[in-house]
């Protein structure tokens, strides 16, 4: 959907008459996504972009080549960032990837012509807010423990190599932060696949990772699987 509504507002952009004002256009509001799009599909001559999706959210947009590779990129390009900010999202996934029970996208950052990528596997499955309430309502036990067994991990986890990242905020641990909108399910067996979309982990307060669980979806507040995950959250706290 993303890919043609970008491809839609490209193409409208050749009718401004100005050159100036059609570059602006492009690069705020389209991102350059059509650059970055082509310094992919020439740094990758074999991969198949016939089968290519567009995604959008957060300070991103990205690419999901041939259901097979995720590329992300910042929605605004400036070569003055420091590396730092580009890796931050990677170091984060490195420190959690061997203690979270959910898969979590393995980072690698490639170079495509000027441009700066998050390269991962894409992990298969459908997006929990995709699904009815009636279905979340139906798997909220089963999700719910799979949920609070990855908080449980990640929150509790002395991740002293990203200790530098904490920055002054103030908190007891790491939390996703955004959790509601990654949760990536197994649509046979209604298993939690991974969590996606690191680029909002930050050393917080628990509560307000379990806030975050459903705060972005009305769906996921009445399905009542906050309880579920708090529930099970306290069990692993008394083992």
């Not at 507002?9 to 705020?28: G, M």
């Not at 590396?83 to 979270?100: C, G, Y």
């Not at 441009?115 to 929990?128: E, R």
Request: proline content about 2%.
């Amino acid at each position: 959907m993303w890919k043609l509504f970008f491809e839609t507002l490209d193409f409208l952009c050749t009718f401004i008459p100005s050159r100036t004002n059609r570059n602006r256009i492009r690069k705020e509001k389209l991102y350059d996504w059509r650059k970055k799009y082509k310094a992919l599909k020439k740094k990758y001559p074999d991969l198949n972009f016939h089968h290519t999706k567009m995604i959008k959210g957060g300070w991103n947009i990205g690419f999901i080549v041939d259901k097979r590779y995720v590329f992300k990129i910042r929605k605004a390009f400036d070569a003055n960032i420091p590396i730092e900010k580009i890796t931050r999202e990677k170091r984060i996934t490195d420190a959690f990837t061997n203690v979270s029970p959910l898969r979590i996208p393995k980072i690698e950052i490639i170079k495509a012509g000027k441009y700066t990528f998050f390269k991962y596997d894409f992990i298969h499955g459908k997006n929990l807010n995709k699904f009815s309430l009636r279905t979340i309502k139906k798997y909220k036990q089963t999700l719910g423990k799979q949920l609070a067994d990855f908080i449980y991990a990640i929150h509790n986890h002395n991740a002293s190599e990203i200790d530098d990242l904490r920055g002054n905020t103030f908190g007891d641990g790491w939390n996703h932060n955004d959790i509601c909108n990654n949760i990536i399910v197994d649509k046979k067996s209604m298993k939690i696949t991974g969590i996606i979309d690191w680029e909002y982990s930050n050393w917080d307060i628990l509560e307000n990772e379990f806030r975050n669980c459903v705060a972005f979806s009305k769906k996921m507040k009445k399905s009542g699987i906050l309880t579920e995950i708090r529930q099970e959250y306290e069990k692993k706290i008394k083992k």
